[in-house]
């Protein structure tokens, strides 16, 4: 059975960091894509940021210059580090994963693993 488990949210302060991990219980060096999406309350699941199995990296122009994605083979886990965070990124993050695709995954039904969701939490 795959699992991904996120961890690293919390309660930050607008302009503070903070780095989410998303281990799978599995290999997953030749998953088509893992991503992270997020939702706020009243709002539809949207996509944070995604990594491509050649290495290649896209994001959401929310958060495209503050946010980093990163995959880690070794250790089956995904980092999204978040900097100059702000008020309307504070939602629950997901870590998602599409283990195969025809073209770059960037809509949630697109993804067939899905973690738990972290709470982010930013004050301004």
């Known amino acids: 059975q795959v699992q991904l488990v996120e961890s690293g949210g919390g309660l930050v302060q607008a302009g503070d960091s903070l780095r989410l991990s998303c281990a799978a219980s599995?290999?997953?060096?030749?998953?088509?894509?893992m991503g992270w999406f997020r939702q706020s309350p009243g709002k539809e699941r949207e996509f944070v940021a995604a990594?491509?199995?050649?290495?290649?990296?896209f994001y959401a122009d929310s958060v495209k210059g503050r946010f980093t994605i990163s995959r880690d083979s070794a250790k089956n886990t995904v980092y999204l580090q978040m900097n100059s965070l702000k008020p309307e990124d504070t939602a629950v993050y997901y870590c998602?994963?599409?283990?195969?695709?025809?073209?770059?995954?960037?809509?949630?039904?697109?993804?067939?693993?899905w973690g738990q969701g972290t709470q982010v939490t930013v004050s301004s």
């Open positions: 998602a994963a599409a283990v195969e695709s025809s073209m770059a995954p960037l809509r949630s039904y697109e993804y067939h693993y």
């Open positions: 599995v290999r997953t060096n030749n998953w088509y894509a």
């Open positions: 990594a491509w199995r050649g290495g290649g990296t």
